[in-house]
């Protein structure tokens, strides 16, 4: 049987940037909070350049995410539904959520690149609120996605989510001191 998958173009092309920005944005979360933690073994200037442009393509990605939800024939939003918080009738809750990790998101990525500007420890404290735009987005597509209660997505998320999660909630936990520098101690293997 032969589907046509020209009326639903537009909403595949948003699912799949959807999908490829949420994996995307949670490898560089990943890596974000490596390099935070300076975790033993490894190479930081590798992780750096990875993490960038990872976060690039997340930008990318979020906004084919919203510009293709433009041309789907079934909602048919407008550009301050997918755009400002709270405006869509769909699911509202979770658009915005998705809406506001979209702008945090970009916001804070984007922020790298005034960090001289901004200033490196001020930069730094700005920049850890991406892990709460991460968080929204991964609440969007949990609550919102249309593959939310697939086994293949919830595999997929647990693949890519669950590292940035757990070193989440290590950074957290550790007193802001160690967190700077003390917790690859805390974290080097035991000698056998």
């Not at 974000?32 to 033993?40: E, P």
């Not at 990605?61 to 869509?88: E, Q, Y």
């Amino acid at each position: 049987m032969h589907v046509d998958p020209e009326p639903h173009l537009f909403w595949i092309t948003s699912r799949a940037a959807g999908i490829v920005a949420l994996s995307a944005a949670s490898v560089s979360v990943s890596l974000g909070l490596a390099m935070s933690l300076r975790l033993r073994g490894l190479r930081r200037f590798d992780l750096k350049v990875l993490h960038e442009t990872l976060s690039l393509c997340v930008l990318v990605a979020i906004a084919v995410h919203g510009a293709a939800l433009l041309g789907d024939g079934f909602l048919h939003p407008s550009l301050l539904d997918v755009s400002v918080p709270f405006v869509s009738g769909y699911k509202t809750l979770w658009t915005t959520m998705g809406i506001v990790s979209g702008w945090g998101l970009g916001l804070l990525g984007l922020s790298y690149y005034a960090r001289r500007r901004i200033g490196p420890a001020r930069w730094r404290r700005l920049h850890s609120f991406t892990a709460f735009a991460w968080v929204l987005g991964l609440a969007h597509s949990l609550g919102e996605g249309t593959d939310a209660g697939t086994a293949w997505f919830l595999v997929m998320i647990g693949v890519v989510a669950l590292p940035a999660v757990a070193l989440l909630l290590l950074r957290v936990g550790l007193p802001a001191r160690e967190a700077e520098g003390g917790a690859r101690k805390a974290l080097r293997p035991v000698a056998d």
